[in-house]
């Protein structure tokens, strides 16, 4: 069973408005957490990563958020442009002294112009 | 600096027969992996290794072998390809530091391989 939850699988949004992308996982206790852009055709690329201790984190027009009790964290994207689609995806450094990853099967998102 | 590179970019094969996938990195990053990438599914470790010399098995290692003889490669061998494991195929490497009270594990991708199997 995955560890690392996303949600919605997909979404549409109109350019220029916002969305919120979910992660939930279910493993502790974790090092970081990632959020990585994937580009069709393309590998992932990391946009930001917070430590269990930090609550919030902003790579330009995109913020993430974690709730370590919750087991949650978001991705919110402001003022969305055409370039922003892509799959976003959560991704869980398990363990301290573990370097192996999990992903979540990443939320697909398209804007329209 | 090209960071990581995988080759072939695309492949297709026949049921049986073998190929080798080949990553590079030049960012000297000791640990590498290979992941597969399959529609609906985050990305599912097949192997990996934390250096020179060393690999491991991941969650999905059956039908796979590896070699790090060098610390920048890492290759990927299908010894007899299944349909099943078509898909597509992305290398990483990755550095360790530590980050406030955790680990920075950022991994850098390959641009993928995709794999045909008929």
């Known amino acids: 069973k995955n560890q690392v939850e996303q949600s919605p699988q997909s979404l549409i949004i109109l350019e220029g408005k916002n969305c919120t992308l979910q992660c939930n996982y279910t493993v502790s206790p974790f090092s970081n957490l990632r959020w990585y852009k994937q580009d069709t055709g393309r590998g992932p690329v990391s946009l930001t990563i917070m430590t269990f201790s930090e609550n919030t984190k902003s790579n330009g027009r995109y913020t993430a958020t974690l709730d370590a009790d919750t087991k949650q964290s978001s991705l919110h994207i402001t003022a969305s442009q055409l370039s922003d689609s892509a799959s976003y995806i959560c991704v869980v450094s398990l363990t301290l002294n573990d370097y192996k990853l999990s992903f979540g099967a990443g939320t697909t998102v398209t804007v329209r112009a | 600096n090209a960071g990581v590179t995988q080759t072939p970019k695309f492949r297709v094969l026949k049921t049986g027969q073998s190929m080798t996938l080949l990553c590079a990195q030049d960012?000297?990053?000791?640990?590498m992996y290979w992941y597969r990438q399959d529609p609906g599914m985050g990305l599912r470790l097949i192997h990996y290794?934390?250096?020179?010399?060393?690999?491991a098995k991941g969650e999905v290692p059956d039908g796979y072998n590896v070699s790090r003889l060098k610390k920048q490669n890492f290759l990927l061998g299908l010894e007899s390809a299944a349909p099943s494991q078509t898909s597509v195929y992305f290398c990483?490497?990755?550095?360790?530091?530590?980050?406030?009270?955790?680990?920075?594990?950022?991994?850098?991708f390959g641009q993928g391989t995709r794999l045909t199997v008929v």
């Open positions: 960012m000297n990053h000791e640990y």
């Open positions: 990483a490497s990755s550095y360790s530091e530590t980050l406030g009270q955790g680990l920075n594990t950022e991994a850098f």
């Open positions: 290794s934390v250096g020179e010399g060393t690999t």
